[in-house]
């Protein structure tokens, strides 16, 4: 597997959208992510491993959204990769606690999933759309 992007919001430490575009840096050749303890370099491997597997391997799902994110923000994760050389693409979100569009309090926000192969025209076929089928689809 190669991956192509990976771009996630009000996820793990960041509150706001983060993207990452790997073939940028695959022009380059070997490339490593870097940075200081703490800065969130885990966070980027972690988006991928909870895009393709509904999981983390250090982290607990309470552990997903952002703590700093705004109530309001959407917790989500969207990963390209290349298998085999066919493009995919999985899209996921997390259960969370989110305000409530009607009345006060919160509401939970129930988990979604759905992984797409990209045409070479741009275009995309649904090959899952529910949790547990996106996930058995990428452990296959």
């Known amino acids: ?32 992510i870097t940075g200081p303890t703490g800065s969130g370099k885990t966070t980027v491997f972690d988006a991928m491993t909870f895009a393709l597997y509904n999981t983390m391997v250090l982290k607990e799902p309470k552990d997903i959204r952002s703590h700093h994110a705004a109530p309001d923000a959407t917790t989500w994760v ?14 996921r979100s997390p259960e969370y606690e989110r305000p409530s569009r009607r009345g006060g309090g919160t509401t939970t926000e129930k988990p979604s999933a759905s992984l797409v192969r990209v045409e070479a025209d741009g275009s995309t076929t649904s090959l899952a759309t529910k949790v547990r089928d996106v996930t058995q689809h990428c452990e296959e």
């Open 1 to 32: 597997m190669r991956p192509l992007r990976v771009e996630f919001s009000a996820f793990g430490p960041y509150p706001g959208t983060v993207s990452v575009d790997f073939t940028r840096l695959a022009e380059r050749g070997l490339y490593v």
């Open 78 to 91: 969207r990963f390209d990769f290349e298998l085999d050389g066919v493009e995919y693409r999985v899209e």
